[in-house]
């Protein structure tokens, strides 16, 4: 019983016909190759919302910058994702780390968990200090595959939380079900 609003076409598409988990998408722009929609209607709609968890994704990581994206548009629909949400959860992998790109998005404090494949002791020490809890892909079940920086919002529903409000969600999707996700 999970509910998935994303702004990624192709997300939809993988969870469409998983068994508890209904899929909904934002309206927007389609931006090409990567199949996400953005624009006004998305960051509208996202910005709607109150949500539990926020999972995200990002293009670079940088310790004194902070987290940045490649394009504007996304920058503007995560930040309606992270005002959004009790907590923040940031999925990247370690080829992120120590690099900045065009979009500031937010700065590290601002996310409680990082999930990301292998960090250097140097980074994490930052991460922590900033009060950011690290959990490593090597510590997750099997269906935590790739980090990708796609963008959406995940939620059990009313009866299986007893919560009526959903999650934002910004995780590789699997063949596995995300009812499964330890999170």
Same mark, same amino acid.
């Given at each position: 019983?999970?509910?998935?609003?994303?702004?990624? *076409?192709?997300?939809?598409?993988?969870?469409?016909?998983?068994?508890?988990?209904?899929?909904?998408?934002?309206?927007?722009?389609?931006?090409?190759?990567?199949?996400?929609?953005?624009?006004?209607?998305?960051?509208?709609?996202?910005?709607?919302?109150?949500?539990?968890?926020?999972?995200?994704? =990002?293009?670079?990581?940088?310790?004194?910058?902070?987290?940045?994206?490649?394009?504007?548009?996304?920058?503007?629909?995560?930040?309606?994702?992270?005002?959004?949400?009790?907590?923040?959860?940031?999925?990247?992998?370690?080829?992120?780390?120590?690099?900045?790109?065009? =979009?500031?998005? =937010?700065?590290?404090?601002?996310?409680?968990?990082? *999930?990301?494949?292998?960090?250097?002791?140097?980074?994490?020490?930052?991460?922590?200090?900033?009060?950011?809890?690290?959990?490593?892909?090597?510590?997750? @079940?099997?269906?935590?595959?790739?980090?990708?920086?796609?963008?959406?919002?995940?939620?059990?529903?009313?009866?299986?939380?007893?919560?009526?409000?959903?999650?934002?969600?910004?995780?590789?999707?699997?063949?596995?079900?995300?009812?499964?996700? @330890?999170?």
């Amino acid at each position: 019983n999970i509910t998935v609003v994303t702004d990624d *076409i192709k997300i939809a598409m993988e969870l469409s016909g998983k068994p508890n988990v209904t899929a909904i998408v934002c309206g927007g722009t389609l931006s090409d190759p990567v199949y996400t929609l953005t624009g006004n209607v998305a960051v509208d709609f996202f910005s709607r919302l109150h949500v539990n968890k926020t999972f995200l994704g =990002c293009d670079a990581v940088d310790l004194d910058f902070g987290i940045s994206n490649r394009t504007y548009g996304e920058v503007d629909i995560k930040t309606a994702m992270i005002n959004a949400a009790d907590e923040i959860i940031m999925v990247t992998d370690d080829s992120k780390l120590d690099r900045k790109v065009f =979009c500031y998005l =937010c700065d590290i404090s601002a996310i409680n968990k990082l *999930i990301i494949n292998q960090i250097d002791d140097r980074n994490r020490r930052g991460f922590i200090e900033k009060g950011v809890e690290i959990i490593t892909t090597e510590s997750l @079940p099997t269906m935590c595959s790739c980090p990708t920086t796609s963008s959406s919002v995940v939620g059990r529903s009313r009866e299986a939380s007893g919560d009526s409000r959903s999650s934002v969600f910004d995780l590789a999707y699997s063949n596995k079900s995300i009812a499964d996700a @330890p999170f």
